[in-house]
């Protein structure tokens, strides 16, 4: 069985169709996403298409919880729940419309919807059954990272979705280092972190939505089998 950790996807799906391509993943095979799939990017259908197609052709997906599907999830339980009005107040729905700036617009639109619950049932689910992390027998996997200096660290839920700073304890991840996306990283600095193993972490975000920026642009994926890279440059169909 081969399994593949993928960076920060950000609705990129025909970026993510020509990632999955490159690596042919087959029955058995498992796909770890780091989190933040959704919002910014235009082309979410077709991202969770793909998914749903791996899962029928055998294909393991676990998905990790990421700032942005925390903040789907937030907006969600409210619009479930709306809070009444109060005198004056103009703004009711406060977590839905910080989804919304924060790219949640984007998934909207692309899927021809004005409100949440007007979104895909099975996307829905796939965002609620994201975990906060993965343990596995070389490497710790988690959208952000970890606040160390609580005790345990896995308690601290919020740090592993939204921390942008952390030193790894390598002693209380037994060794393990740490993959995870979140902070957009330029290419070069992902590659000499990969290639050497004094580093407690590898951020596996190149910001495939920022393909305006230097040293970014593109989707990658690390192979936790051979711990090799494969990258895949930014292909949407918009500008």
């Not at 939505?209 to 089998?225: C, E, I, T």
Request: hydrophobic share 40%.
């Amino acid at each position: 069985m081969k399994t593949w950790a993928i960076g920060d996807v950000h609705a990129c799906g025909h970026t993510l169709k020509a990632l999955v391509d490159t690596l042919g993943p087959t029955p058995g095979d498992c796909l770890i996403f780091l989190g933040d799939l959704i919002d910014r990017g235009k082309t979410m259908p077709s991202a969770l298409d793909l998914i749903d197609e791996l899962k029928l052709n055998g294909v393991q997906i676990r998905l990790l919880r990421g700032n942005h599907e925390d903040a789907f999830i937030q907006a969600f339980e409210e619009s479930q729940n709306p809070p009444k009005r109060k005198l004056f107040q103009k703004n009711i729905l406060p977590a839905f419309n910080v989804w919304k700036s924060f790219g949640g617009n984007e998934v909207l639109r692309s899927f021809g919807a004005n409100r949440m619950s007007e979104l895909p049932e099975h996307l829905i689910k796939l965002i609620y059954g994201s975990e906060m992390w993965i343990e596995l027998d070389h490497f710790i996997l988690v959208h952000a990272g970890f606040n160390f200096s609580h005790e345990p660290f896995w308690e601290d839920t919020q740090a592993m979705m939204w921390i942008r700073e952390f030193d790894v304890d390598l002693s209380k991840t037994k060794g393990r280092r740490v993959v995870h996306g979140h902070v957009p990283v330029s290419l070069e600095l992902i590659k000499q972190t990969l290639e050497q193993p004094n580093f407690g972490f590898i951020d596996l975000d190149n910001g495939c939505v920022y393909r305006d920026r230097p040293g970014m642009g593109n989707l990658v994926a690390l192979d936790l089998n051979e711990t090799t890279l494969i990258v895949q440059p930014n292909i949407e169909p918009y500008a």
